[in-house]
């Protein structure tokens, strides 16, 4: 198995594309990324997202060869987040294509399930479809999980895929709520984790 390690901005291009296929059919990139040319318009939001925020406001691992990743961003630092993406602003809006308005909304809706204290957020984590089925997801899961445990904070994410549910529950997380965006939108469960 390769080592995980935290990432450098050398790995900026393979953990984007490593996202991007693994949220390639997923239900909350279906619903708020445009159709055509998805993977590419994905790669390119997770490479501004990991850029703008994962690598210069939280914490992100990935594995030698970028089949895994994981992007955590620190609660408290959401004002510098959203400086940190307001550059990039257009090319988003550009980006997310036709369905730009549907995720302005589906992301209103799903920041209420945020918790207000102070916590880390598991932003992203995925595993390029070809190495799945191997540990690589709880391998980059857990450095994570560590911080989280020595800062005495909880973990936070959010999941639209409802067998990932059972896969943080294994790690310690529960369902604090579920919401539907409307629509025809994906459900979304907010899953919590106490430190340890």
């Keep these: 198995m390769n080592a995980v390690r935290r990432a450098r901005e050398a790995d900026l291009h393979g953990m984007a594309t490593t996202l991007a296929a693994a949220f390639a059919d ?17 790669r390119e939001l997770f490479a501004v997202h990991l850029q703008a925020v994962g690598l210069r406001h939280g914490r992100v691992w990935t594995t030698e060869d970028h089949a895994a990743v994981a992007a955590w961003s620190y609660s408290e630092s959401a004002g510098e987040i959203e400086d940190a993406l307001a550059p990039f602003a257009g090319l988003m809006l550009e ?9 302005a909304e589906a992301e209103r809706l799903a920041a209420r399930l945020i918790p207000p204290e102070p916590h880390w957020e598991l932003g992203a984590i995925g595993v390029h479809p070809a190495r799945q089925r191997h540990g690589l997801g709880g391998a980059v899961l857990e450095p994570g999980l560590a911080c989280c445990d020595a800062d005495g904070l909880p973990a936070a994410l959010q999941t639209s895929v409802p067998a990932n549910v059972a896969f943080y529950e294994r790690r310690g997380f529960a369902v604090t709520e579920k919401l539907t965006i409307p629509g025809g939108g994906p459900p979304v469960w907010a899953m919590r984790r106490e430190p340890r």
Aim: glycine share 12%; net charge neutral.
């Design 26 to 42: 997923g239900p909350w990139l279906t619903w708020t990324v445009a159709a055509d040319g998805r993977e590419r318009r994905a």
């Design 95 to 103: 980006l997310l294509g036709d369905r730009a308005e549907a995720a």
